[in-house]
């Protein structure tokens, strides 16, 4: 297990569908998201399963051999888990972003919450899979 990861995601069948990392951090960008996307990298497993940013404004996923990220907009997808709750993600602490995120995995691994237009097939792969925290593994 890869201890530097916050999240994986695992196929019914065991096989490794994502590594994930959770950041409560505001103004990202592309760059900023491709520098911890090398500096996490596995030397030798960088393109074996999805890897996944997920943050408050974005979710950056590098879908398996991709070389750049796709970014989708965070609020249509996590924004419903703060609705009526008086917090939104502009300012949700970490441990609170981390149970969100976690939540909103366990909600595609049920076939819920999936992105829509040009991103409605890129967690399909995740229905029916289990999510893994790193300190559990």
């Avoid at 030798?44 to 999805?50: I, N, T």
Wanted: hydrophobic content about 45%.
């Amino acid at each position: 297990m890869e201890p530097w990861y916050d999240l994986f995601v695992y196929a019914p069948d065991g096989g490794l569908l994502a590594r994930v990392d959770v950041r409560a951090r505001r103004d990202t960008d592309r760059e900023w998201a491709k520098d911890i996307w090398d500096f996490l990298r596995p030397p030798r497993a960088g393109h074996d399963a999805m890897f996944l940013i997920i943050t408050p404004e974005r979710i950056y996923a590098w879908p398996r051999g991709a070389e750049e990220p796709v970014e989708l907009d965070a609020q249509p997808l996590l924004g419903p888990y703060v609705e009526g709750s008086g917090i939104s993600l502009d300012n949700v602490g970490q441990l609170a972003f981390d149970m969100l995120a976690e939540r909103w995995l366990y909600d595609l691994s049920a076939g819920y919450a999936l992105p829509e237009g040009d991103h409605a097939g890129l967690f399909r792969e995740f229905k029916e899979s289990h999510i893994i925290e790193a300190r559990a593994a």
